[in-house]
């Protein structure tokens, strides 16, 4: 038995009974709704930012597709600008660091896809205005 065990007090002996118990208690979980995280995340993927543009990658509509399973396992599917994006190898492992950041995600997968093709308007109004196509 560890030391955090022992500390903890399992494998005590009950005082009540004279022999080994462990400690016992109703520990509540809560079982998080799997969409509840969808809001958190979109947050944590609007701090990643294409070097290239100064537009978060959400706003620039890069981000296809969010899947969250039950188990809180998340998948995303991103584009990028074009093919050729000097940080085409860089940028999931971005996206992937940013969507493990929120509290309560499990493990994160991230497919990089190129159908259908992205264009600008994929962009949020706001991405738009920030860089004067509006």
């Given amino acids: ?41 979109i947050a944590s993927l ?16 890069l981000i296809y ?3 969250i399973a039950e188990n809180a396992d998340v998948h995303v ?14 940028m999931p492992l971005m996206v992937k660091s940013a969507v493990a950041r929120v509290e309560g995600v499990g493990e994160v997968d991230v ?3 190129w159908d259908p093709p992205w264009n600008q308007s994929n962009m949020s109004d706001e991405a738009r205005l920030q860089l004067g196509l509006m």
């Fill in 1 to 41: 038995m560890n030391r955090l065990a022992r500390f903890a007090g399992f494998g005590r002996k009950s005082e009540e009974q004279g022999e080994a118990a462990v400690l016992e208690e109703d520990v509540a979980v809560e079982q998080m709704d799997p969409e509840e995280l969808r809001e958190p995340i």
């Fill in 46 to 61: 609007r701090t990643v930012h294409d070097p290239e543009i100064p537009v978060n990658i959400y706003d620039l509509g």
């Fill in 65 to 67: 597709r969010i899947d």
């Fill in 77 to 90: 599917d991103m584009t990028l600008t074009a093919p050729g994006c000097p940080v085409a190898g860089m």
């Fill in 111 to 113: 497919s990089l896809v």
